[in-house]
């Protein structure tokens, strides 16, 4: 079992930043690869980014590219996820994830989720 803690969600106006972290305990973090979803009132939950194992690869949906990066330090157990020039449609519950397969895009490649944590960006 991996647990998954994320933080660092709140209010931010447009254009702004935000830091999300996600703290895993368990296993051992330098096996999984990890991501970031989000789901939006009314809608499905949907990949963000993700990162291989030792940090060496990421991925971005189109609509954070530019503007999101993912990244992990394995010594301290934890993925991250800088979100700049937020917009309005920024906003949602965000999620961190792990997977033991190598390179998952989709929700049902990942094996552990986080409890979520709420973003509001405000314009």
């Known amino acids: 079992q991996v647990q998954l803690v994320e933080s660092g969600g709140g209010l931010a106006q447009a254009g702004g930043s935000l830091r999300l972290s996600c703290a895993a305990s368990g296993r051992t973090f330098s096996n999984y690869a990890m991501g970031w979803f989000r789901q939006a009132p009314g809608k499905e939950r949907e990949f963000v980014a993700r990162i291989s194992r030792g940090g060496a690869s990421t991925y971005y949906a189109d609509s954070v590219q530019g503007r999101f990066t993912i990244s992990r330090d394995n010594a301290k157990n934890t993925v991250y996820l800088q979100m700049n020039s937020l917009k309005a449609e920024d906003t949602a519950v965000f999620y961190c994830?792990?997977?033991?397969?190598?390179?998952?895009?989709?929700?049902?490649?990942?094996?552990?989720w986080g409890q979520g944590t709420q973003v509001t960006v405000s314009s």
């Open positions: 994830a792990a997977a033991r397969a190598l390179a998952p895009t989709t929700v049902r490649g990942y094996d552990y």
